[in-house]
């Protein structure tokens, strides 16, 4: 053994394979799965702390706030022709306003956010300012008298990431069964901010979870003591299906994460519902995973 250990190429051996010991088994793993194995001597206090912060650090990047712009486009005419004379693009509030939610990055696809469709329909999101164009247009039409007026409310749609970078997007698909969309960074080709999986097992009853959105502009707001609850789902009168999680849920928090803490992969897209007073509860409802699963399946068919 002593002329063994003399020898060099025994001695790099030897030494190649401490290395690649060291490689396997003292490199930094994933904390998500095992937390007691991760930190068995520590309090339970520590436990939740180490954990929050693992959140904090590699899922909340993953969810951004979707802000969706609305703009008035107009056409004028003259008389009969078809070309108009004059087109214009204007802000549909003088003050900028803007409705908002939140999106998580999605793994199918490179730049893709998983949202609600309440937040980026513009039927939806815009049907009270649907409801004004007719006024506009004859606002518009009184200060151009002989001309012909057309008007559209387009809207735009901004990302914003939990460094407040922005990224115009654009919506590429709107579920039609259920409050889902899904809307894409228009330069997605250089789109890097990492995706969260969405769980494929139905076992995630009376677990906890964390909910991540932007409640009232708040972006990166993270409420750590959510519940999924008994599994209670209800069907609304527009044909949605949601599930129950216990977690307070107020405009901003729709179309965010509702994160499984137990295996850090997305459970369910979260929507705000009103009670019949027009308020919100500490009861939030979510479109659950089987429903996001079906409609991702729908749209990248030849995956």
Not at 29 to 47: G, T, W
Not at 190 to 202: M, N, T, W
Not at 259 to 285: F, W
């Amino acid at each position: 053994m002593k002329n063994k250990m003399q020898n060099p190429f025994f001695r790099g051996l030897i030494l190649i394979l401490l290395m690649f010991a060291f490689i396997v088994f003292l490199k930094p793993h994933d904390p998500v799965l095992s937390e007691d194995a991760l930190y068995p001597n520590q309090s339970e206090v520590i436990k939740t702390d180490s954990l929050h912060k693992w959140v904090r650090e590699h899922r909340a990047n993953s969810v951004m706030t979707v802000t969706v712009k609305p703009y008035l486009d107009i056409k004028m005419y003259n008389g009969s022709d078809i070309v108009p004379t004059t087109e214009m693009r204007q802000p549909f509030y003088e003050d900028n306003k803007v409705r908002v939610g939140a999106g998580t990055v999605n793994e199918r696809c490179q730049g893709c956010i998983l949202t609600v469709r309440h937040v980026v329909d513009p039927d939806q999101a815009f049907a009270k300012e649907i409801a004004q164009l007719p006024e506009r247009v004859a606002s518009i039409q009184k200060e151009n008298p002989g001309l012909i007026i057309q008007a559209k409310i387009s809207p735009e749609y901004d990302l914003i990431d939990s460094k407040g970078k922005h990224y115009p997007a654009t919506v590429i698909a709107l579920d039609p069964k259920e409050d889902l969309a899904l809307v894409r960074v228009k330069d997605w080709k250089h789109f890097s901010i990492p995706a969260i999986k969405v769980y494929r097992g139905k076992d995630f009853i009376d677990k906890e979870a964390a909910v991540i959105g932007a409640p009232k502009g708040h972006q990166n707001t993270i409420y750590f003591n959510a519940h999924t609850g008994n599994g209670r789902v209800i069907k609304t009168d527009h044909g949605d299906t949601y599930q129950l999680i216990i977690a307070p849920i107020v405009p901003g928090n729709s179309g965010g994460l509702a994160l499984m803490l137990y295996n850090m992969e997305q459970i369910g897209v979260i929507s705000a519902v009103k009670t019949s007073d027009g308020s919100y509860t500490n009861l939030g409802y979510m479109i659950s995973n089987t429903a996001i699963l079906d409609f991702l399946d729908r749209i990248f068919l030849d995956e």
